[in-house]
């Protein structure tokens, strides 16, 4: 299989060093080429062998109903098919119906449980229904995945306060709703949250800052619930990825003033990776293994900002 992938004509200094990632930045004028590697890592049927493969020893999600947000592709689906090898029983969320359903039937045709629900996180009604939907259906929440996200880039001189907006009410309202409407169900489970930050709230980010400002937020939002729930035994982690190979990484548009020679902040130095590259952090996050470890971010990141 391959796939069409986007990159910046040669306006764009190239990137010597990273191959895989160059192929993936778009500019003003762009050229298309096929990217076989890239297709790989994204192929469904291998990321689901090796999450199952990676997973065949532990159960640790026996019994326990995990919602996972942006369940429908990238580092959401990722961590659904884990956590569902793992035992658990899934509700696979997603603004994209078809998407979150594809990855609930690859859960069942696994020999696993999974529901998909349709929901836009940043909707307030949705949420709420889409939490009493999952608890009704299931009995009970033990986690939380908030995974769904968007990534633009711009500069900061020409963002348009509506774009600046989306990002926010999907990047840092939607989370704080799933969070709002699921912790009642977690102090019950004695459960927990694994929240989606990224490098890009720890370091800068070219022509981030929308995004930056949301990943931000995410994190230091995550560190207030995890000290105000504690002691009702929740928890609340986040994952702070960079260079995932997923849907939101394809076919990135640059603003015209986009420095490349700044790319280094945000390509992995041994090579973008699928979302099984995450995964099992998150799985861990999420489950007993991480009993005592709330309010921390992990970086999965490729050793980018080390
Ligand atoms: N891929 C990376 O390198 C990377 C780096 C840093 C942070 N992240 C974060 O990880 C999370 C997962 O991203 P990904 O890389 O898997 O991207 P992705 O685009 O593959 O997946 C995001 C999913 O979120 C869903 N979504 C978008 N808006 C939504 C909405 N309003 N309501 C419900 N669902 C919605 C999309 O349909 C999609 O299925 C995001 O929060 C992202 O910001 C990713």
Redesign the pocket.
């Known amino acids: 299989m391959t796939i069409a992938v986007t990159r910046a004509d040669n306006t764009a200094p190239p990137l010597a060093g990273w191959p895989l990632p160059a192929a993936r930045y778009s500019a003003a004028n762009r050229a298309t080429l096929t990217c076989p590697a890239a297709a790989a890592m994204l192929a469904t049927p291998q990321l689901l062998s090796l999450i199952t493969t990676r997973s065949a020893t532990m159960r640790r999600f026996e019994n326990k109903v995990v919602l996972v ?10 961590s659904a098919l884990r956590i569902a090898a793992e035992g658990g029983s899934l509700f696979c ?4 119906q078809a ?2 359903e594809g990855t609930a039937q690859q859960i069942r045709d696994a020999g696993g449980e999974a529901t998909a629900h349709a ?5 307030e009604q949705q949420v709420i229904d889409c939490v009493a939907a999952c608890v009704a259906h299931y009995g009970s929440l033990y986690a939380v995945i ?6 633009r880039f711009d500069d900061t001189r020409e963002i348009e306060l509506g774009k600046w907006q989306k990002v926010l ?3 840092v309202t ?2 704080m709703l799933f969070c709002r409407e699921a912790l009642p169900h977690l102090i019950d489970s004695g459960g927990s949250i694994v929240n ?5 709230a720890l370091a800068g980010l070219p022509c981030g800052t929308a ?1 930056s400002a ?2 931000g937020a ?1 994190l230091a939002m995550t560190r207030s619930i995890a000290i105000d729930f504690a002691k009702q035994g929740v928890r609340a982690n986040c ?11 394809e076919g990135i548009e640059w603003p015209a003033t986009m420095d490349f020679d700044l790319m280094p902040r945000i390509v992995s130095i041994s090579g ?1 990776k699928g ?1 099984e590259a995450i995964s099992g952090v998150i799985a861990m996050l999420a489950s007993e293994d991480a009993i005592h470890i709330t309010g921390e971010d992990i970086r999965v ?1 490729g050793g980018t900002l080390s």
């Open positions: 947000t942006g369940a429908g592709s990238g580092i959401g689906q990722g969320v997603d603004l994209d998407s979150a929901c836009d996180v940043s909707n908030n995974m769904a996200g968007i990534l009410d999907v990047n939607g989370t989606a930050a990224s490098t890009a995004y949301s990943k995410v994952v702070c990825p960079g260079d995932i190979n997923s849907g939101m990484t973008a979302p990141d």
